[in-house]
Antibody, heavy 116, light 113 residues
Framework: EVQLVESGGGLVKPGGSLRLSCAAS????????MNWVRQAPGKGLEWVSS????????YYADSVKGRFTISRDNAKNSLYLQMNRLRAEDTAVYYC?????????WGQGTLVTVSS | DIVMTQSPDSLAVSLGERATINCKSS????????????LAWYQQKPGQSPKLLIH???ARESGVPDRFSGSGSGTDFTLTISSLQAEDVAVYYC?????????FGGGTKVEIK
């Protein structure tokens, strides 16, 4: 089955860290750029970061630059997002999404809550 | 950064009637080298992840009903649902992929009148 499954979300204190994972299956993961997109509770969609198929090109939203790091392991069909120095405004559901053009496949999302 | 502005914020349409959602970008999304508009439309039903409906402004994804259509070029785009069905109740987003940062419109909530 073609799918993306995120994990690693949870409750973390401001200033803390979390590492999100996204497991891909059913398609040739190494052929596609991947994205992280987040959605704060009751709000719209916000692009967070993108990584090219071979990790040669990496991009971040200004709101996370210097705090978040995107990476991938094509051998493990996995995408990651290391999130450091978390803030309350980072509270959101985080989705991984396959690029194609347009984000053609989305995971179910993982909730990150930043609160003391 | 390219700003994406959607209108209206919400609309209520009777079953079987047409729904039209507009999306305007602050810069052209038309890349002259390939004559393609770098614009996608998504549908997000309550409690679900977004689903890609249309890319290249007017190319419908496989499996998307043909009542959904995208049009426009440059900076002005439209998503049309030709005959609204109950299962089309959702929030719809436009998104550009012309450059980074990728940005989404604010969303349009479609309801049944």
């Amino acid at each position: 089955e073609v799918q993306l499954v995120e994990s690693g979300g949870g409750l973390v204190k401001p200033g803390g860290s979390l590492r999100l994972s996204c497991a891909a299956s059913g398609f040739t993961f190494s052929s596609y750029s991947m994205n992280w997109v987040r959605q704060a509770p009751g709000k719209g969609l916000e692009w967070v970061s993108s990584i090219s198929s071979s990790s040669s090109y990496i991009y971040y939203a200004d709101s996370v630059k210097g705090r978040f790091t995107i990476s991938r392991d094509n051998a493990k069909n996995s995408l990651y997002l290391q999130m450091n120095r978390l803030r309350a405004e980072d509270t959101a559901v985080y989705y991984c999404a396959k690029d194609r053009p347009g984000m053609a496949l989305w995971g179910q999302g993982t909730l990150v809550t930043v609160s003391s | 950064d390219i700003v994406m502005t959607q209108s209206p914020d919400s609309l209520a349409v009777s079953l079987g009637e047409r729904a039209t959602i507009n999306c305007k970008s602050s810069q052209t999304l038309l890349y002259n080298a390939n004559n393609r508009n770098y614009l996608a439309w998504y549908q997000q039903k309550p409690g679900q992840s977004p689903k890609l409906l249309i890319h290249w402004a007017s190319a419908r994804e496989s499996g998307v009903p043909d009542r959904f259509s995208g049009s426009g070029s440059g900076t002005d785009f439209t998503l049309t649902i030709s005959s609204l069905q109950a299962e089309d109740v959702a929030v719809y987003y436009c998104q550009h992929y012309y450059n980074t940062p990728l940005t989404f419109g604010g969303g349009t909530k479609v309801e049944i009148k």
